[in-house]
């Protein structure tokens, strides 16, 4: 059956499922999909909200005899590809495909180290020894092994690190759980399927391991989708780097002192080694200031501070390594730990050479862990090589690829030269579903008194909204100062990011139904709020990444050199991809309404503000927030 067939009002989707209607941009994707699957060629498409892309994908794919692999930006479109779009589909179609979910390895349980974490608590942490309790109860009743189905263990759960594996700590056949391990079962069953769903992380840390010659999870394929590919620039530089973080030492330490208790408790030089690293370790993330922080890793090293607690943290790596080799002999579970010691060491010493062109050399700190990356500033060459090494058909879709309606500069940062291309945008009224309202008489972004103002603003909009707000924010501090100004001045339940997982969060503001809820960048995009629970979004200011970030401002200088514009080229586009997720929270149906507020005067005093609102959906336009809060009012 042809693929315009399938779309028609006579097809099958349309005798399926209540309320089909064909549209020409949907047949007219799946169409170009379809060719580029059968001519091993690129393709590249820029899908508006509502377009119905997922089906326009997952058509051909399912169409399709040869081995396919979909890779998503997120866990859960990943999960509701596998579980409800594909399985329906096939269904209707009547192709009996099968499929496979594949995540990447920390997502599974290795009962090997549950065991020997149950055996010997790593700590006297109430909420791990309660979670371990919840993950050994989960283990007994788990087909999968997937901990996304362990009830009460959220992404972010303390004893994660205990319960399931990374490359670094996989013992691989070594293990002796190997026969009934979560990862390898999931590995054989996507081999053995025609259709594997994955999401981009997997796929470039995948890229990376098959570099390195390590026993990579994920198959070969004849046809690979990206959906949300706006990600993978990104995502692609981070793994086509290198980065070593103090969050591994740590792990690699409770690996270790786990070994010792259990093996060799008479080795005491080994424990009293442990602790020392341990300080060593704790004492280089203290050698940075601030809760959390990015900077340049070169200007770091002149800290004579910092090289020392580097060196410390080496030294003390090359003992644990010398005292490790006293105790091979003494268990077999010591060696692996043993070569991750020697390599972690050698990564360190790396991070004093900053000599490599081509790459940025940067830090990053989180609360509790320092981060030093070495990451390479163009990716296209390294991803044309996976392009032409795979020989197969490639696809990159998302709502957001274009940059004032070219899709020249997403092409141009993979190295992408399609045969066929797609703009099509969405089939909501925007005109008569939205209003864009950019409010008269703010200060600057950077004024100390914006916080104050967007308080000011939010609260006439949740009045006007009834609650049903979506409040998204480009940097923590400011969300903070907002939500204080705010929290107790409204009637309406607000919800902060942090105060939960992103999931909870979410299924608590949709449960409420007029709730507010706040976020920063993991909100802008995959969240999907259908109907009466949302009708307003403000945005602080435009998402331009810091000036201050030092990859950014590698990224730039190299652009300089190679004589391109660095704001033109490097920031103006990035922002624009950014603005345009978020302005997509807004409508997300044929039904939705309401009203888009962004509080930043540069939409209207900078030559740039106008690529800015070109990029975007065409609504109605106004500088009058009480017109904005009249038609919020009004919406049923």
């Given amino acids: 059956m042809q693929i315009k067939t399938l779309f028609s009002e006579s097809g099958p989707l349309a005798l399926n499922i209540p309320g089909y209607k064909p549209r020409q941009p949907q047949i007219d994707m799946a169409e170009m999909v379809h060719a580029a699957m059968e001519n091993k060629s690129q393709c590249v498409v820029e899908a508006g909200t509502g377009t119905g892309k997922t089906f326009a994908y997952l058509i051909p794919v399912l169409l399709s005899d040869k081995k396919s692999i979909i890779t998503t930006g997120s866990k859960a479109l990943q999960e509701q590809l596998y579980h409800r779009d594909l399985p329906q589909l096939a269904k209707i179609l009547n192709k009996g495909r099968k499929v496979a979910l594949l995540k990447g390895r920390a997502n599974y349980l290795c009962t090997y180290r549950l065991e020997q974490h149950v055996a010997h608590v790593p700590t006297d942490d109430p909420d791990v020894m309660h979670q371990l309790a919840m993950v050994a109860k989960f283990a007994s009743q788990t087909n999968t092994g997937d901990l996304a189905d362990c009830v009460g263990i959220e992404e972010d759960a303390k004893v994660l690190p205990y319960v399931n594996s990374t490359a670094d700590n996989c013992l691989g056949k070594e293990c002796p759980d190997y026969a009934e391990c979560y990862i390898r079962k999931a590995r054989i069953k996507a081999m053995e399927a025609d259709i594997v769903v994955i999401n981009h992380h997997l796929f470039f840390a995948d890229m990376a391991v098959k570099d390195s010659g390590f026993a990579e999870l994920m198959p070969d394929a004849d046809n690979y989708i990206f959906d949300e590919a706006h990600q993978i620039p990104e995502i692609a530089s981070d793994y086509f780097g290198d980065s070593i973080s103090t969050k591994q030492l740590v792990a690699l330490i409770n690996d270790l002192r786990l070994i010792y208790r259990s093996d060799v408790p008479d080795m005491l030089q080994l424990g009293n080694t442990l602790n020392k690293l341990e300080t060593a370790v704790a004492d280089l993330r203290l050698a940075f200031a601030g809760e959390s922080s990015r900077g340049d890793w070169r200007e770091s090293l002149t800290s004579k501070t910092i090289c020392d607690a580097l060196h410390r943290v080496i030294s003390d790596l090359d003992f644990l390594y010398k005292v490790l080799k006293l105790c091979l002999d003494r268990s077999d579970k010591i060696e692996h730990p043993f070569e991750k010691v020697l390599q972690f060491k050698n990564q360190l010493e790396r991070a004093f050479d900053t000599t490599q062109t081509g790459y940025s050399y940067w830090y990053e700190t989180t609360r509790r862990f320092l981060t030093i990356n070495i990451t390479p500033l163009n990716v296209a060459n390294k991803f044309k090589e996976i392009i032409e090494r795979t020989q197969a058909s490639f ?52 004024d100390d008194m914006m916080p104050h103002s967007l308080v000011k603003l939010a609260k006439e909009l949740i009045k006007a909204a009834k609650g049903r707000t979506f409040l998204l924010f480009t940097s923590y501090r400011v969300m903070h100062l907002v939500y204080e100004g705010l929290s107790t001045a409204t009637e309406y339940p607000v919800f902060m990011q942090g105060q939960s997982s992103k999931r909870i969060i979410l299924e608590q503001f949709i449960r409420h139904g007029n709730a507010v809820l706040m976020g920063t960048a993991s909100f802008w995009e995959g969240v999907d709020v259908r109907g009466d629970a949302l009708s307003c979004v403000l945005i602080d200011k435009l998402p331009f990444t810091s000036p201050d970030d030092p990859l950014l401002q590698a990224r730039m200088k190299d652009c300089e050199l190679t004589g391109g514009e660095p704001f033109e080229d490097i920031q103006l586009p990035q922002a624009i991809i950014n603005l345009k997720q978020g302005v997509g929270r807004l409508i997300r149906d044929h039904s939705d309404k309401g009203v888009l507020v962004i509080c930043d005067n540069r939409l209207v005093t900078r030559k740039y503000g106008q690529t800015f609102l070109q990029s975007l959906p065409n609504m109605r336009r106004t500088r009058d927030f009480q017109s904005a809060l009249q038609f919020l009012e009004n919406i049923e």
């Fill in 395 to 446: 696809t990159f879709a998302s709502a957001t690829l274009s940059v004032n309606d070219s899709l020249d500069h997403f092409n141009k940062s993979l190295g992408l030269k399609p045969k066929q291309q797609l703009l099509v945008e969405s089939p909501f009224d925007y005109e008569n579903q939205a209003v864009l309202c950019m409010p008269r008489y703010l200060p600057e972004t950077s």
